[in-house]
């Protein structure tokens, strides 16, 4: 059975960090890209970051891009999201997600399965 379990989540006051993590398994992890989506209350859900099956491409949307860097372990399985210079905008449930395939994505429709998501929020 799959899963992804996402940890890291919290609350800080803006300008700090967080490093969220998630674990996967279930299937062959180095088989697909990885990414991270985002859902802030009564706001549709936002692709933040991915990355492929290797690394050697990645996502950012634009609001993060310079601020939080998306990796991941193949040994271990696990996909991270190292965010800095958190603001109040970040603010959200943040979910854990395998694409459809290898190719880094972009798009909540290439999003093949998602976790449970880990709560962030920021403070002013």
């Known amino acids: 059975q799959e899963q992804l379990v996402e940890s890291g989540g919290g609350s800080v006051q803006a300008g700090g960090s967080l490093r969220l993590s998630c674990a996967a398994s279930?299937?062959?992890?180095?088989?697909?890209?990885m990414g991270w989506f985002r859902q802030a209350p009564g706001k549709e859900r936002e692709v933040v970051a991915a990355i492929s099956w290797n690394g050697g491409s990645t996502y950012y949307v634009d609001s993060v891009k310079d601020r939080f860097t998306i990796s991941r372990d193949n040994r271990k399985n696990t996909v991270y999201l190292q965010m800095n210079s958190l603001k109040p905008e970040d603010t959200a449930v943040y979910y854990c997600?395998?694409?459809?395939?290898?190719?880094?994505?972009?798009?909540?429709?290439?999003?093949?399965?998602g976790g449970q998501g880990t709560q962030v929020t920021v403070s002013s």
């Open positions: 279930g299937r062959p992890f180095s088989n697909y890209a």
């Open positions: 997600a395998r694409g459809r395939g290898p190719v880094v994505w972009a798009t909540m429709e290439q999003v093949g399965y």
